[in-house]
């Protein structure tokens, strides 16, 4: 399985970016996907995150980002996005996808994709 992320890019304070994330491979199920993100000597920080239950998907997000991002899938399309609005110098970053995805040869691990860039500046 591997997870593909895009939409990166440098945007203006109080504009908005897309991010996307797919997972391609044979044979797996998709337990939940998100974001990370990490800045120079910074740890990573959760984002956003997008749990599928039996009543439902889950979301959390990180404090930082409340009410400015959101996170959805596709469950058809494997793939998770993220809608950042109102974005700020403070959401620099490096920002990761991460998924935890059921396979039968290997049970429910974590996979991560590349970083995406995504620098907020005037």
């Known amino acids: 399985v591997q997870l593909q992320a895009s939409g990166g890019g440098l945007v203006q304070p109080g504009g908005s970016l897309r991010l996307v994330c797919t997972a391609s491979?044979?044979?797996?199920?998709?337990?939940?996907m998100g974001w990370y993100r990490q800045s120079p000597g910074d740890e990573r920080e959760l984002v956003a995150s997008?749990?599928?239950?039996?009543?439902?998907?889950?979301?959390t997000y990180g404090t930082s980002v409340k009410g400015r991002f959101t996170i959805s899938r596709d469950s058809a399309k494997n793939t998770a996005y993220l809608q950042m609005n109102r974005l700020q110098p403070a959401d620099t970053a490096v920002y990761y996808c991460?998924?935890?995805?059921?396979?039968?040869?290997?049970?429910?691990?974590?996979?991560w994709g590349q970083g995406t860039q995504v620098t907020v500046s005037s």
């Open positions: 991460t998924s935890n995805i059921y396979t039968p040869a290997e049970g429910s691990v974590g996979y």
């Open positions: 491979g044979s044979s797996f199920i998709i337990n939940s």
């Open positions: 997008i749990l599928r239950t039996a009543t439902g998907d889950r979301t």
